[in-house]
Structure formats: structure tokens, C-alpha cells
């Protein structure tokens, strides 16, 4: 083997690397990496929006403070016409708060 | 019959092929580049998962998808050389490997992540000199230097590794 010829020892083992099967599972992590990404990011948005409307309900006394928009909360499934008018406008824009 | 998911349709609706056909046209030939380029099963995978999902987000965008891919993959898996330190490339994946291949990756391990890449591209892929040039970014021109610069450098330490 001591005499073996570089470029072929380099070819040899890039032939053996070519014959090591693929790993069947980066499909379904491929695709459930995709779903779980979109389904924490759906999900997270949804946290975030919820503790936010209930920090800002809670603190109804604090005056004008710009908090969630309409598409924010329409995102979190919430109705924004239950809400008083006075919560919805503010500025031009849907505030909650 | 397996039901084939397709996450992604509602996000593309213009595309033609679903999410889980384009992962499964696509990924052994993703896999192969970065396993070549990386000699790491591990970081093959690592690159394969993030090349296709780099894929599907733009895939009703691509022209010539299976050159995409192969080329985000080369470069992805060649960033990764760059951030391994030598030692833990050179343990290159251990489960089929005979002593020859050991010392072909100890030698690859010696070589700059740029000669690693260009080899593994020529060599095991049979990539075109314009394919290895966006992938390494460099003019086509010259790649037939590189490569040559490439085999000279691994000649070299192959004769200090042996």
C-alpha cells in the first residue's frame, strides 16, 4: 500500500463514501423540522400575543400606550370588535390599549 | 399507502412539485456533495436538511433546482470545514473505514477547507469546472489551477503521512 499512487487512494475513498447509504430519516426531519418551525413560530406568536393583551388589560389605568395591533390580534384569534372604541383607535392605527 | 404530507403547497401554491417529492428527488444527491465535501455522516446530514429547506422555501423560484442545491450545498458544507477544527474533520466517519481511507483523511485534513472542496467536488461528484467555480467562488478559469494546486498539496502530505 506504500506504493499505492495518491489520486487514486483519493478516488478509492471518495468511491467509498459514495457507497455509504443515505440516512432514510432527512426526509421526514427535513419536512417535520419545516412543520415544527412553522408550528412553534405560530405558536410562540400566539404566547406572546396572549400575555401582551393580558399585561394591557391590566393595566387599563396606565394611560395611551401603543400595544397590539388589529392583525396581531385577529393572529391570536381574537375578536378586536368585542373590545370598547375607545380601545380599538388610537393615532390612526387599531391599538388594544 | 403512506400519505404524502405536503406542508409547504399552501405557501407555494404555484409550484408543481409538493415538499415531499422535491426532499425525496433531491436529498441523496444533496447528502452525496455534502458528505463528500465534509467526509462526516453527521455534518452530511446537518447540510442536507439545511440545503432543503433553503430549497423549499425557494422552490417554485428555481430554474435548475438539482445545480441549486448542489452548489448551497457544496458551499454550506465548505463553511462547515472552515469552522471544524483539523482534528475533528480528520475523524472523518469511522464506520466502514480501512486503514488506506484513514490516511487519505488525515491527509484531506491537512489540506485547506478550499482543497478539501474542490477535491471532493472533481473527484467524487464529477461536477463541471462552472458548477465548482459558483461553488467555491472563484472564476472558472481558474479552477484547473486549484484542482492542480489541490492534488499537488494532498501529493505532498501524503508522502509525509505515509
Not at chain 1, 506504493?3 to 426526509?27: F, K, M, Q
Not at chain 2, 430549497?55 to 458551499?75: C, F
Request: proline residues 6%.
Amino acid at each position: 500500500m506504500n506504493d499505492r499512487d495518491p489520486i487514486e487512494a483519493l478516488e478509492s475513498y471518495y468511491r467509498e463514501l459514495g457507497e455509504i447509504p443515505i440516512p432514510t430519516l432527512v426526509n421526514r426531519r427535513a419536512i417535520h423540522w419545516w412543520e415544527a418551525a412553522g408550528g412553534i413560530a405560530a405558536g410562540a406568536a400566539a404566547v406572546v400575543v396572549a400575555v401582551s393583551i393580558c399585561l394591557n388589560l391590566g393595566n387599563s389605568g396606565a394611560g395611551p400606550n401603543p400595544g397590539l395591533t388589529e392583525h396581531q390580534v385577529r393572529m391570536a384569534g381574537l375578536q378586536i370588535d368585542a373590545l370598547p372604541p375607545h380601545r380599538r383607535t388610537q393615532g390612526g392605527r387599531r391599538w388594544l390599549v | 399507502m403512506e400519505p404524502i404530507a405536503a406542508p409547504m403547497d399552501w405557501i407555494h401554491p404555484r409550484s408543481s412539485q409538493s415538499s415531499d417529492d422535491f426532499v425525496r428527488e433531491y436529498r441523496e444527491l444533496v447528502f452525496r456533495v455534502a458528505l463528500a465535501v465534509t467526509g462526516r455522516r453527521d455534518l452530511a446530514e446537518d447540510v442536507t436538511q439545511e440545503t432543503l429547506l433553503r430549497g423549499l422555501k425557494h422552490q417554485r423560484k428555481l430554474e435548475d433546482p438539482a445545480r441549486w442545491l448542489k452548489v448551497v450545498a457544496a458551499k454550506r458544507a465548505l463553511t462547515l470545514l472552515k469552522q471544524k477544527p483539523h482534528a475533528e474533520i480528520a475523524e472523518r466517519d469511522p464506520a466502514t473505514r480501512p486503514e488506506e481511507s484513514i490516511a487519505v483523511a488525515q491527509t484531506l485534513a491537512k489540506l485547506s477547507p478550499e482543497h478539501q472542496t474542490i477535491l471532493a467536488l472533481s473527484i467524487s461528484g464529477g461536477w463541471s469546472y462552472e458548477e465548482i467555480a459558483e461553488a467555491l467562488g472563484i472564476p472558472a478559469g481558474t479552477v484547473a489551477s486549484r484542482l492542480h494546486a489541490a492534488k499537488e498539496a494532498f501529493r505532498k502530505h501524503w508522502g509525509v503521512e505515509r
